[in-house]
């Protein structure tokens, strides 16, 4: 196949990575849509959240877990509310750990990173070497990042990045977050 404008064959990767980024919200929502379309297609699927907290369980984990996705919710909450950075530090590397794993055994087409550019633009987990982790995956893994103001350096590699636009948000209204919505 070749490119109508250049005529230059088309580059097809074996696999992609998708970046869902921006203050809108969305980001995990249209993670999970793409999870659900790998299990429809038979993949091995894995989810690490960096952020999130296994004590306040989310309907995407409980449905992921249904349906046979790895899921791995490694945080302790709302992070920036934390009484104790140097574990919430801690939780972050531990979950880049398994993160980098998962990616380089090989063994998921799907792999997705969910609130990891958090730790990251906190310096808790070095930018080069997510970078260099997502760069020398094997052919069949596919890597989904989500959160606000990823780094340049995630972009550059991205093969598709969709920054989600806060046009209106009803917590901006005092409205809380409603479970089956938000959570």
């Not at 070749?2 to 696999?15: C, E, I, M, N, W």
Request: proline share 4%; hydrophobic share 40%.
């Amino acid at each position: 196949m070749t490119s109508p404008s250049s005529g230059k064959p088309l580059h097809r990767s074996a696999s992609r990575v998708l970046v869902n980024t921006g203050h809108g919200k969305g980001k995990t929502s249209a993670a999970m849509g793409v999870m659900i379309r790998g299990v429809a297609r038979g993949w091995n699927v894995a989810v690490v959240q960096f952020i999130k907290s296994a004590d306040r369980p989310t309907g995407e984990a409980k449905i992921g877990e249904r349906l046979g996705v790895d899921w791995y919710t490694l945080g302790d909450g709302f992070t920036w509310r934390s009484q104790d950075l140097d574990r919430s530090a801690a939780l972050a590397r531990a979950g880049w750990e398994k993160a980098r794993a998962l990616i380089e055994e090989g063994n998921h087409e799907l792999v997705i990173l969910d609130e990891i550019t958090y730790p990251l633009n906190w310096g808790w987990i070095p930018v080069e070497e997510a970078v260099e982790t997502i760069r020398q995956r094997p052919g069949k893994v596919n890597v989904i990042i989500t959160g606000r103001d990823v780094p340049s350096e995630i972009i550059d590699i991205a093969d598709t990045v969709t920054e989600m636009c806060k046009v209106k948000h009803a917590h901006d209204h005092g409205i809380r977050a409603k479970k089956g919505i938000e959570y």
